[in-house]
Nanobody
Framework: QVQLVESGGGLVQAGESLRLSCVTS????????MGWYRQAPGKQRELVAN???????NYADPVKGRFTISRDNAKNTVYLQMDSLKPEDTAVYSC????????????WGQGTQVTVSS
């Protein structure tokens, strides 16, 4: 059974930091491209950052220089360090595991709420 379990969300003030974690099970973690997505009320879900099996990272423009994605293959866990948070970062953040090679699977976590007050 595949599970992606996020944690670390919460309510913070603008300028503060949070660290999200996503612990996975039931997948070959080291072969997954891991990503963090977010969805704000009334908006479409958007990519925040992802990291390839080889460690190549990619960030959405609004978070470049403030957020850092990392992975620990020994712990089957991906992290998102979020610094200098802004009210516009408020959203539900979800973890994604994508196998870009066969069998091409794609799994999602339940999400964790991040709220940034001004």
């Amino acid at each position: 059974q595949v599970q992606l379990v996020e944690s670390g969300g919460g309510l913070v003030q603008a300028g503060e930091s949070l660290r999200l974690s996503c612990v996975t099970s039931g997948i070959i973690f080291r072969l997954q491209t891991m990503g963090w997505y977010r969805q704000a009320p009334g908006k479409q879900r958007e990519l925040v950052a992802n990291i390839s099996p080889g460690g190549t990272t990619n960030y959405a423009d609004p978070v470049k220089g403030r957020f850092t994605i990392s992975r620990d293959n020994a712990k089957n866990t991906v992290y998102l360090q979020m610094d200098s948070l802004k009210p516009e970062d408020t959203a539900v953040y979800s973890c994604n595991a994508q196998r870009t090679t066969w069998p091409g699977t794609n799994y999602w976590g339940q999400g964790t709420q991040v709220t940034v007050s001004s």
